[in-house]
């Protein structure tokens, strides 16, 4: 049976959802364990709720996870030098685990580094560091 591209369209909007959803859990997840990194998981989520439906994304972005961790980034292409040096930490520990793990892998050994170090080298070369913002009171 053939079907319509509305009905298509809202089969990849739950698609979209669903994904957005399963991200975001990921993301908590790694907000908790500080061996899965957070922030890709949720801006997967951004992607996909932003694409799967405008209520879901408004309700992800008015959150305090969101604004902490991503809103800086998604708005201006930026971190705070705080955020920053978390995620390099994060990775360098994750990456760190992954080639002692392969010290029998001399290939494996050279994949982890090269992505460590493309890692690093975005963090601080294409992302722009900004001040974190202090209300007053």
Sequence with gaps: MKKNGRQM???????FIVAGVMALGIGIVGVVLPILPSTPFF????VCFTKGSTRMRAWFTSK????KHLDSYVSKRAMTRKTKIYILCSI?????????????????QICVAVVWLAHVLYFMFRVKSIETVRHSQ
């Design 9 to 15: 369209t809202g089969m990849i909007r739950y698609v």
């Design 64 to 67: 305090k996870l969101y604004q």
């Design 43 to 46: 801006l997967l989520s951004v």
């Design 92 to 108: 360098t520990i994750l990456m760190g685990m992954a080639f002692v793990l392969s010290k029998n892998l001399l290939a494996g």
